[in-house]
C-alpha cells in the first residue's frame, strides 16, 4: 500500500514539475535526458558494478570505489543531475553513464534487466523509494558513505514508516561518522548492517589531478565559492595585498554559471584577472578557475586556502583536498555539513573564522607562519580498507 501511495503521488506531482525542471536545467545550459528517464533506449550489459550519485560532488566521493573496481567490473553509473551526468562521461570515458530513471517501479525493473548488475552502491544520501526497494528485490543494495544530517533525520522521524521500510530493504550501509551510525539505529531493524567506517571523502580527496600551472609568488585560493564570498575575500585581498606585495589570488566559484557575475565583482574592485581557460601562467592579481574539475590540483600551489559555502549559509564544501596536500584551510561559521571532519581537524589545519576581521586575521597569520607537517594518510588507508573488505563480502568476496 505505501508503494502504491508513495507511486501514485509520485507520478501526480512530476506531471507539473517536470517542465517547470526542464525549463530551468536548459537555461543553466543543460539537458534534462528525459529519453534516458523514462529508459526510451536499449541496450545491453554483464557483470556491471552500478554506482548511484546524485550529483559532481557524490561523484568524486565515489572516485576511490570506482577506481578500485573498474578492473574487476564493467562500471556503470546513474546520475540524477543534469550537470552532474556531463561532469561524469568526462570524468569516467570507460564507464556507462546514464541519468537515474524517473521513481517509477517497472522503469527500474527494466534497467536491471537491461543492465543485469551485480549489486548497486549509492553515495551518501539517495534514498528514493522505488530505485531502493525495487533494487532490493533483484541485487543486494548497498549505502556507501551514508550521510543523515540534522534536517533529514527530523523529517525521517516524522515520516518513520515510511523511510523505515526504505532503510531496511537497504543491505549494507557503510556511514561516514558516528552521528549517522546512531541516526540510522533508530530506523535500521539489524544495527549490524550498519558499518562505521568512515568518510570516503578521506579517500576520494587523496587523489591528485595534475594539472599544467606556473606559481608566482604567494598564493591565496578561494575554492568552491558561493555569493557573497567572492566580494568579502576580494575586500580581504585588497587589504592583504599591503602587507604581501607578492600575494596572488584564485577564485574557483562553485558553479561555473556565475563566471561572468564573478568577473564583474573582480572588475569593480580594481584588480586584473585572467582566464584559467586562457593561461597556466600566473600573470596578473587574480586567477580565475573557469574549468570543471581542475580546483583539487591547485591546492599544492597554495599557501592558505577558503574553501567556500561556509560564509555564504550552504553548510561547508571538501576542506579535505587542501588539508592532505598540508594546507592550511580557513573555513566561515556555517559548516555544518562538513561538521565531522571539520572537528578531526579544528585548529590543526582547519580553522574557523566566525566574521569577516577574523578570516582576515587568520588567513594572515597563516600566510605568515603556516603550520606543522600533519599526516592524514594511516587514517585514509584504514578507512578505504573499511569500505572495500565490507562492499567484497556482499559481493561474495570474489574480488578481496
Not at 602587507?243 to 554559471?257: M, S, V
Request: glycine share 4%.
Amino acid at each position: 500500500m505505501i508503494q502504491f501511495l508513495y507511486t501514485f503521488f509520485y507520478i501526480l506531482l512530476l506531471v507539473p514539475v517536470l517542465p517547470v525542471y526542464i525549463f530551468l536545467n536548459r537555461k543553466k545550459g543543460y539537458t534534462f535526458n528525459l529519453k534516458e528517464r523514462f529508459i526510451l533506449y536499449s541496450d545491453k550489459g554483464q557483470n556491471n558494478l552500478w554506482f548511484h550519485c546524485a550529483s559532481v560532488g557524490e561523484l568524486n566521493v565515489a572516485r576511490p570505489l570506482i577506481e578500485y573496481y573498474k578492473d574487476r567490473y564493467n562500471i556503470l553509473i546513474t546520475v540524477f543531475s543534469p550537470r552532474g551526468i556531463d561532469y561524469a562521461k568526462k570524468q569516467y570515458p570507460y564507464a556507462t553513464v546514464r541519468a537515474l530513471p524517473f521513481d517509477i517501479p517497472f522503469l527500474f525493473k527494466k534497467f536491471i534487466k537491461i543492465y543485469n548488475p551485480v549489486a548497486v552502491v549509492s553515495i551518501e544520501g539517495e534514498f528514493w523509494f522505488n530505485f531502493v526497494n525495487t533494487a532490493h528485490r533483484f541485487i543486494p543494495f548497498i549505502s556507501a558513505n551514508t550521510r543523515i544530517s540534522d534536517d533529514s533525520y527530523k523529517k525521517y522521524k516524522r515520516f518513520k514508516v515510511f523511510y523505515k521500510k526504505i532503510f531496511n530493504s537497504i543491505d549494507l550501509f557503510l556511514v561516514r561518522s558516528d552521528k549517522d551510525y546512531q541516526y540510522l539505529k533508530e530506523f535500521v531493524n539489524n544495527p549490524e548492517k550498519i558499518i562505521l567506517c568512515g568518510d570516503l571523502k578521506f579517500i576520494s580527496s587523496k587523489s591528485k589531478k595534475d594539472i599544467k600551472f606556473h606559481k608566482k609568488g604567494k598564493i591565496l585560493i578561494a575554492g568552491s565559492t558561493h555569493a557573497p564570498e567572492e566580494k568579502i575575500i576580494l575586500q580581504i585581498f585588497k587589504k592583504l595585498k599591503e602587507k604581501y606585495p607578492d600575494l596572488h589570488l584564485i577564485i574557483a566559484p562553485r558553479h561555473l554559471e556565475r563566471i561572468e557575475e564573478v568577473k564583474k565583482l573582480i572588475e569593480n574592485s580594481g584588480f586584473s584577472y585572467q582566464l584559467r581557460s586562457e593561461s597556466d601562467i600566473m600573470e596578473k592579481d587574480i586567477y580565475l578557475i573557469d574549468t570543471i574539475g581542475e580546483l583539487s590540483g591547485f591546492y599544492k600551489y597554495a599557501d592558505v586556502v577558503f574553501i567556500g559555502g561556509t560564509i555564504a549559509n550552504i553548510g561547508g564544501h571538501n576542506v579535505l583536498e587542501a588539508a592532505l596536500e598540508n594546507k592550511p584551510v580557513v573555513i566561515g561559521k556555517h559548516y555544518h555539513k562538513i561538521d565531522d571532519i571539520v572537528k578531526q581537524l579544528k585548529d590543526k589545519i582547519v580553522f574557523v573564522a566566525e566574521d569577516e576581521k577574523k578570516l582576515e586575521d587568520t588567513i594572515s597569520s597563516l600566510l605568515n607562519k603556516g603550520i606543522e607537517n600533519i599526516d592524514l594518510f594511516k587514517e585514509v588507508d584504514r578507512i578505504f580498507r573499511c569500505y572495500v573488505q565490507n562492499i567484497n563480502k556482499v559481493l561474495g568476496g570474489k574480488n578481496g
